[in-house]
């Protein structure tokens, strides 16, 4: 089972990125998936998950700005970002829990994200 991120970039302060993340080999079923990050020098830190059934959460830095999104049918987990700004560089992971014959954890292999003028 592979997560495999893409969509990161440089962005400047107030503009916006999408980033998706697709889970790829033999498995039952992709239960919850969330979106990670982590700055340089500084702990990985939550941005955001969804449940199976479209339920959201989000860290308060970034609510009002991101949104989670996926599609079950493709096993696809995205990120909308949106007025971003430079405390919003991190490297930015994905993350999902994945039903082989027991609920497992994977992650993405991360995508760098810089808001920068």
Known sequence: VQLQASGGGLVQ?????RLSCAASGRFLVVSDMAWYRQASGKQRELVATITRGGRTEYRDSVKGRFTISRDNAKNTVSLQMSVLKPEDTAVYYCWAEIVLTRLATFWGQGTLVTVSS
């Open 13 to 17: 302060p107030g503009g916006s990125l």
